[in-house]
């Protein structure tokens, strides 16, 4: 059973991510609510894992901010959480409700399919929302209220691809094993154009369904061609391991679940390539923040919770600077032609030369390998930088 549990943790961890924000809302004392509409994952299995250490961290991000002011007011956030059932179903229903029962303006979708299907209803009412886990084709100057905060697999996979090819020359083919989602196709194509750019031949892209329990099959299918790189969650690499895979293996995301569950012996070299709170380059507001996390919920850190937090923050500072809690339009135009001071530094929007739209938030591009038990800082590079790389790749 606990095996069991484990392995469902980690399909849920290899997933994502979540956020929201929106509008004006009572006084108390002079200080007035800004709403922010949050539609999460909050029951069942991707609830446990996912929706709920996410809205911890957003509420804990709530306090640390607590009262900032907008032209000259006072505010605080009201944070409006509701289950959106990690479904395009429940992306709809919780966009409805936030726009026509709440009044928002602004909101997050966590998960590609929620958002995706809640764009619509957020273009047609004016209503700014922010997104994870999504395809770059739902991001463009035809959905000008659609931005995504957290980062974006073109920008990081792009990243990877230049280290592989500097680190190890050796590599020459790559294999693909994602999950048959939007998510997961959005990861697993990224990956296969950038392979291509750099010169690796893709030898197979795999997408298995969500909440495949065993994974000797395909295993037993990427041993067969023996890639010398495979892009894929711990769940597909740790049979291969066992088959006796010596190869290299990269992937979005990490916890230390990942190394217990698959034995750190057998995840030695792995590169992560996304932003995740690990390593000893990561601020040290932000290692207080996942101690703190860690100490009052319980929730060990992860790429999520991360995200939730550092959306909170951004959304906070282009509210400052746009000087209204309430013009989608001025805040939109500020968000895309603006620095903003975060705990991760001065950030800012790109993503024209990608998308058409500058509706991408820039993060800085990195790799880690995990060396020993070690999240290890092996290559970096400026958001401007690795963005510049992204449009040479991508375009």
């Given at each position: ?18 956020i ?22 909050l ?5 446990t ?7 911890n ?10 009262e900032?002011?907008?032209?000259g007011e006072r ?9 959106n ?15 026509f ?10 998960g ?5 299907a ?7 009412s004016?209503v ?62 990224a ?5 291509s750019?750099?010169?690796?031949e893709?030898v ?9 329990a ?23 690499l ?16 990490w916890?230390?679940?990942y190394g ?5 012996e ?9 932003p ?14 996942f ?9 060990e ?14 959304m ?13 339009d ?12 975060t ?29 020993g ?14 963005y510049?790389?992204?449009v040479?790749?991508?375009?």
């Amino acid at each position: 059973m606990k095996m069991w549990l484990s392995v469902v943790a980690i399909v849920v961890l290899c997933l994502a991510l979540v956020i929201g924000v929106a509008c004006e809302g009572e006084e108390e004392e002079g200080v007035k609510e800004v709403k922010l509409g949050i539609g999460l994952p909050l029951s069942g299995l991707y609830g446990t894992l996912v929706g709920i250490p996410a809205m911890n961290a957003f509420e804990l991000a709530n306090e640390k901010i607590g009262e900032f002011t907008v032209a000259g007011e006072r505010y605080r956030w009201d944070l409006i959480i509701e289950d959106n059932l990690w479904t395009g179903a429940g992306g709809v229903a919780t966009a409805t409700k936030f726009i026509f029962e709440d009044g928002v303006k602004m909101m997050h979708q966590s998960g590609a399919d929620a958002a995706g299907a809640a764009q619509t209803i957020c273009e047609e009412s004016v209503v700014l929302m922010d997104m994870s886990t999504v395809p770059p084709e739902l991001l463009g100057p035809d959905k000008p209220h659609s931005i995504q905060i957290c980062p974006t697999y073109l920008v990081h996979t792009a990243v990877l691809f230049q280290w592989v090819t500097t680190a190890y020359p050796e590599v020459k083919t790559v294999a693909i094993a994602m999950d048959d989602t939007r998510f997961g196709h959005a990861v697993g194509e990224a990956a296969n154009d950038a392979a291509s750019y750099f010169g690796l031949e893709v030898v197979a892209m795999e997408w298995f369904p969500v909440g495949t329990a065993e994974f000797y099959p395909l295993a037993t299918k990427l041993m067969d061609i023996n890639p010398e790189l495979v892009i894929c969650p711990v769940l597909v690499l740790q049979p291969m391991r066992e088959m006796g895979y010596e190869g290299h293996t990269a992937y979005i995301a990490w916890a230390e679940l990942y190394g217990e569950y698959i034995g750190y012996e057998n995840y030695q070299g792995a590169m992560i390539y996304q932003p995740n709170p690990y390593g000893a380059d990561i601020p040290q507001e932000v290692r207080d923040f996942f101690i703190e996390i860690e100490e009052r919920y319980g929730d060990e850190p992860s790429m999520g919770p991360y995200f939730t937090a550092t959306i909170l923050f951004v959304m906070t500072e282009v509210l400052k600077k746009a000087g209204t809690v309430d013009d989608v339009d001025r805040i939109s135009e500020t968000m895309r032609t603006e620095t903003f001071d975060t705990w991760i530094g001065p950030v800012h929007f790109g993503g024209e030369e990608l998308v058409g739209i500058n509706n991408i938030m820039l993060w800085p591009g990195t790799v880690h390998e995990i060396r020993g038990e070690e999240y290890t800082l092996v290559f970096e590079m400026s958001a401007d930088e690795a963005y510049e790389l992204a449009v040479e790749v991508y375009k």
